[in-house]
Structure formats: C-alpha cells, structure tokens
C-alpha cells in the first residue's frame, strides 16, 4: 500500500517570498492533517481536515499560512509571504478517521533565507 | 505549563541496558495516548497505543497513570537500532499534541 506522499522534499526561498507544499494521503483516508516541525521539537499540528472540511485550525498562522483540500484528497499548504521562522519540516499526515492511527509523509524540510 | 512534556535527554546507554521514558500531559480530559519513534530526518512512526491497561509488544512496555498525568515507555535489553527520539502524543477532541521527543542513543 502506498503511503502518504508529499512534494516537494526540499524548499529553499528568500524571506517574503511565498511557497506552497502539496501532499497525496493515504487512499481511503478520510482525516489528512498538516505539522509544523521546527528542529528539535515536536510536530505541531497546523490544520486538519475531514475529508474537505476543516475540523481544526486553531494554531494556523492564518495572516499568512493556508491550506485547502478542495475535493477531499490531495491537500495543498501555503505561505505567503514566508519569515524566517517558518524554516522547518512540514509534515503531512493521514488517518483513515478522526480517532484512527496517523500514518506520515516523508515532510518538506523548508529553509527561509 | 506546556500541555505535553518530554525529558528531551539524550540518554545514552549501553546495548542491553532496560531505559524508560516519562511523559506528563496537562489536561485531564485527555483521552489517548501514543507513543511515535522519530529517526534523524525522517517522519514519526507509531510505536505503539498506550492503554489504561498498559500494554508491551516485544521489548517495549507502555504505561498509563491517569491519577499523575503521565505515560511512560519502557524498553529492554536495548538495542543499537533503538537509537531515535521518542515522541509522546495525547489526543484530545480529535486534537493530537506532541512532546518534543526524548532522544536515546544506544551504545555498543
């Protein structure tokens, strides 16, 4: 079974500059969730979605961050435009419901110049 | 008081050395609990579910004190391979928090 893919795997970009990070959940999974990893912390969830709707973005930088999931499948984040702070891995997850298991994507290491 | 908190380490032990980890969590509501192993540059994985229970699944044994808000993690006889971080996670209203792992490194 394929698992949760995501591209691109490496993104360098200027400060101000804006960037947008795709992922392709597991098939059949209804939950898809997008983390914040900066380096030496733990992942911090940004948004969640239930099939297309939002369940949960409650820690989402939204004057600059935002994501979508338009039919239910593949997801897609954004910033614009990025800081400094915004270096680090975004990780896309997906769970086949909400209370089911979260399977990860291999992340988009991000750095901010 | 962070919601979820993790001794960040490193520990450092021997090959075949028996380790565990603590995890405490805020809020009492929470309703369940995981354990994720997270190698260098690569993405969390599952280790295991924690029960009311407790449960073990090989080496690994994984506990929950309701009363005292924490989880813990116990591994035997350690192996080179258990090198990584471990991430505990709790979920709350469908909403998953992470510690920011406690890193083990296992020395021949």
Redesign the interface.
């Known amino acids: 079974e394929a698992g949760v893919a995501q591209s691109p795997r490496y993104k360098i970009i200027e400060k101000r500059q804006s960037v947008a990070f795709w992922c392709n959940p597991i098939s059949g999974h209804a939950t898809l969730y997008w983390y914040q990893q900066i380096l030496g912390q733990g992942p911090k969830l940004l948004i969640q979605f239930q099939n297309n709707g939002v369940v949960d973005d409650s820690q989402l930088p939204k004057d600059r961050f935002s994501a979508e999931r338009l039919k239910g499948v593949d997801s897609t984040l954004k910033i614009q435009p990025a800081k400094l702070e915004d270096s680090a891995v975004y990780l896309c997850a997906s769970s086949l419901d909400l209370t089911n298991e979260q399977f990860f994507g291999p992340g988009t290491r991000l750095t901010v110049l | 008081r962070k919601e ?1 908190e ?1 001794d ?1 380490g490193p520990f450092n032990v021997p090959e075949g050395a028996t380790v565990a980890f603590n995890c405490t969590y805020s809020n009492s509501a929470s309703q ?1 609990f995981f354990w994720y192993r997270q190698d260098c540059r ?5 280790l295991m ?1 924690v029960y009311s229970s407790g449960n073990e699944d090989g080496r690994f044994t994984a506990q929950l004190n309701r009363a005292s808000q924490y989880i813990s993690l116990l591994i035997r006889d350690s192996k080179l391979s258990d090198s990584a971080t471990y ?1 505990c996670a709790v ?1 709350l209203n ?8 406690t890193r083990l490194t296992v020395k021949p």
Do not use: H, I, T
């Open positions: 979820v993790q960040p369940s690569k993405e969390p994985k599952l579910s991430l979920e469908n909403d998953m928090r992470f510690g920011a792992g």
